[in-house]
């Protein structure tokens, strides 16, 4: 028991220095990489704020003063940086609203976004992979194998647009866009979730055949075990070592890669809260949101990790005994 | 007089009865027997090499065989007759009646979870959670001697401990018939006596017994009947003592003969190695520990072209470790091993105990041995020659790792090995997976190429016999 939770000690430190780590890179990277955007960013903010139309070399000018982006760029950097320290992440350029509100608001959007996807993913594939893996080769599976293709083979943008044109505009039992009925997600997350249930689908299929073949899951028969017990006691957590760490993979995905899904359906997630930042060169929230990209994703690692010890007590280094 | 009577009359009445038994793959036949019985307090034990159908048996008697295999015939217990084609129809029996102490109990179970819950659902009536299953398993594995290892994982304990976790899940149920599969591979003799210990107390306890094993010393201590079965059908039965002391089928000769102990070979008796040479591998004051445990400390060896030494002892005693860092696979605590040049660029090689991991699996054999060949820049007849010497045929390679027997895998490795022209090899019980008969013709192989080529052998193992019969410089660890 102690050496489990010095090894989940042991994953929280590492993860953790991790976080600090990619915490200052993604920051500096994002400084660099807007720095060198095209365009006199004063320009850009002042048309965000007031409206292409209204701006001019004075309402610019004055931007520049107030936002101090006539500073020499290692002060500005250093500036940010100091904020961050202070786990200060400043104001919206374009909207002045505080960035942790701006950003925190998109992140709890992708996040139940593709949380609710990964859900359907994993409750479409996992059911799927389970029954194809009862008969291997049999017709279920051969059925579970076309689907994948299928699924695989849609791009992300076609599948919600048909499933909008099903679901929405013939059946009328979804709305199509938005954000505020909690029923807005079901048909940005099934885009995103059939997509992927086709490789949990296969990867589940494979690790159950796998585990149903080992001698433990026959030594369970023997013993006398019930069939539901075996799969519920040994089957479904021994294949969940091998599952788990892939959704983790697929929820970085999700998270990383929903800008299309969340355009289609006017999600306001993170994506969405990117794309928009890049183009008003606002670049507090930019910032903000690839950080808060960045640590998702060690947060998920990390996640994955003590999952992993949870699942399966084994050592994941061992030097060879006699 | 009557009790003793009536006793007997319930022991004839719950006897296990074989009146005929087959199974088939295809056209093969694999299994084809007559007239098996098997009586409380009078244990039977099949012996035989891999490959005879002795382990195919046992598992159409518990009704798990392979889908691909077909099992005709019947058996009775006590007045109880079932259908051996019939897989679903024991089902029911199984744990409760009817018990497998599976081969390879590291295996079976399962790494996941704590050994005391893995033993608890064998229990009667048992449902999640339930307290009463949970005594009953800390008794079961007090009994085995593992009081307090309830709350271990599988991969923290040896394969002996693993061996009596398993027999405490099989057992658990209250089963009469124990069907016990190969108990011995890689156990050292330490473990395989706890467990013949356990089995002799199921049969006293009225219990009913068949045991599948190559190990005759397991055998002979088991007592009872002795079938020796090859290619499918039983050559020689009888008591045990009269079978394996004074066989009258020219096969369970040669079986018996099999034993390290027995063995004549043109390289038993040791060469003439040259005690001035500069030694291969020196190693000075060399210590190890994991922890409190000490492998070992202080330890000097010099090993010179053309000597077999044997690092013998139980499981965890270190041998393995001692074997590693001889051969620069392993760190050391203290000490120093110095090797000669002669060693670099994969002179020395190593055999491994399972051959099945020290393949990769899903690559048929061919390309590994390639590898081989354009590494140390060996002829393709050099392959051919090596693998003929060991009695293959050069077609075996496009078989992959798990489509050919461990005795195959096992030559091959071998001939893997000395492809690469090597000055020392270091079996690390590589032959302790095998049946008698196979080890015999694994270690003469090997043996023959050894001397044949002035290697030096550094061989590992638990078994004293065949450290005996091998090599001429023994170090024994593990000694309290």
């Known amino acids: 028991m102690s050496l489990r939770i010095r090894a989940l000690g042991g994953v929280l430190a590492r993860r953790g220095a991790q976080s600090v780590g990619v915490a200052v890179l993604v920051s500096v990277l994002c400084f660099l990489v807007v720095r060198r955007l095209p365009g006199d960013a004063a320009y850009r903010i002042a048309a965000g704020r007031y409206g292409y139309d209204l701006v001019d070399e004075k309402a610019a000018d004055a931007v520049r003063a107030e936002l101090g982006l006539d500073r020499p760029a290692w002060q500005q950097l250093g500036g940010w940086l100091g904020d961050l320290f202070r786990l200060d992440l400043g104001r919206s350029l374009v909207t002045s609203r505080p960035v942790v509100e701006e950003v925190g608001y998109y992140l709890l959007g992708t996040l139940q976004l593709a949380a609710v996807a990964l859900a359907f993913a994993t409750v479409l594939g996992g059911a799927a992979g389970v029954l194809a893996a009862r008969r291997p080769g049999g017709p279920v599976d051969r059925l579970a194998t076309a689907w994948v293709a299928g699924v695989r083979a849609v791009p992300p943008f076609l599948l919600g647009l048909v499933l909008v044109i099903v679901l929405s505009a013939q059946l009328g039992l979804l709305p199509a866009v938005g954000h505020d009925s909690a029923s807005g997600i079901v048909l940005p997350a099934l885009t995103l979730g059939i997509g992927l249930s086709g490789l949990v689908a296969r990867v589940t299929r494979d690790a159950v055949v796998e585990v149903r073949q080992s001698d433990y899951v026959r030594f369970a028969h023997t013993k006398g075990l019930a069939e539901r017990w075996v799969l519920l006691r040994h089957v479904v957590r021994n294949a969940a070592v091998v599952l788990v760490p892939y959704l983790g993979v697929q929820a970085v995905i999700l998270v990383e890669g929903v800008v299309v899904v969340e355009s289609l359906f006017a999600w306001q997630g993170l994506g969405h809260a990117l794309v928009h930042a890049v183009f008003w060169r606002d670049v507090p929230v930019l910032q903000a949101a690839a950080l808060a990209l960045a640590l998702l994703i060690v947060t998920l690692n990390t996640l994955v990790d003590v999952a992993g010890l949870w699942l399966d007590p084994r050592p994941r280094r061992q030097e060879a005994r006699a | ?480």
């Open chain 2, 1 to 480: 007089m009557t009790e003793t009577a009536l006793v007997t009359d319930r022991g004839t009445d719950h006897a296990l009865s074989v009146p005929r038994a087959t199974v088939r793959h295809g056209t093969v036949t694999l299994v084809d027997v007559a007239d098996l019985r098997i009586a409380p307090g009078r244990p039977l034990t099949i012996v035989g090499e891999s490959g005879s159908g002795k382990s195919v048996l046992a598992h159409a008697l518990m009704g798990t065989l392979p889908p691909e295999l077909v099992a005709e015939g019947s058996m009775a217990i006590g007045p109880a007759r079932f259908d051996l084609a019939d897989r679903s129809g024991r089902r029911h029996l199984w744990g409760r009646e009817l018990a497998l102490l599976p081969q390879e109990p590291g295996l079976s179970l399962d790494p996941t979870m704590r050994v005391r819950a893995q033993v608890a659902e064998g229990a009667r009536g048992w449902r999640p959670r339930d307290r009463a299953a949970l005594r009953l398993a800390d008794e079961r594995l007090d009994h085995v001697g593992l009081a307090g290892s309830g709350a271990a994982y599988p991969h923290t304990l040896s394969g002996g401990m693993a061996q009596r976790v398993a027999y405490a899940a099989a057992t658990i149920g209250g089963a009469r018939i124990l069907v016990v599969d190969e108990p011995s591979k890689g156990l050292d003799p330490a473990s395989l006596d706890r467990l013949a210990d356990l089995l002799a107390g199921h049969v006293a306890d009225g219990g009913l017994l068949l045991t599948i094993t190559h190990d005759l010393r397991l055998a002979r201590r088991l007592g009872g009947e002795v079938l020796v079965m090859r290619d499918a059908s039983v050559v020689e039965g009888g008591p045990a003592d009269r079978v394996l002391t004074a066989p009258r089928h020219a096969y369970t000769e040669r079986l018996v003969a099999a034993e390290p102990s027995r063995w004549r070979h043109a390289w038993t008796s040791p060469p003439t190695a040259d005690r001035t040479a500069e030694p291969l591998v020196s190693a000075r004051g060399i210590s190890k520990s994991y922890g409190d445990h000490v492998l070992f400390r202080d330890l000097s060896l010099d090993i010179r072209a053309g000597e077999r030494w044997a690092f013998t002892g139980p499981s965890g005693a270190g041998k393995t470790t001692l074997g590693n860092a001889v051969v620069g696979l392993a760190s050391l605590d203290a000490g120093s091993v110095a090797r000669h040049p002669a060693t670099r660029g994969g002179r020395v090689q190593k055999l491994y105990q399972d051959p099945t991991s020290s393949f990769p699996r899903r690559v048929p054999l061919e390309g590994p041995l390639r590898d081989v060949l354009r590494r140390h820049g060996a002829g393709e007849d050099r392959l051919r020659s090596l693998l003929a010497h060991v009695g293959l045929p050069p077609e075996i390679l496009r078989r992959r790792p798990g489509q050919v027997s461990g005795g195959e895998l096992q030559r091959i490795a071998v001939v893997r090995a000395m492809l690469a022209r090597p000055v020392l090899v270091f079996a690390d019980e590589a032959t302790s997976r095998l049946d008698l008969a196979t080890q015999e013709t694994t270690m003469d192989l090997l043996m023959t190429e050894v001397t044949g080529t002035g290697c030096a052998l550094l061989l590992v193992t638990h078994d004293p016999a065949l450290a005996a019969a091998v090599t001429e410089h023994r170090i024994e660890l593990g000694q309290a």
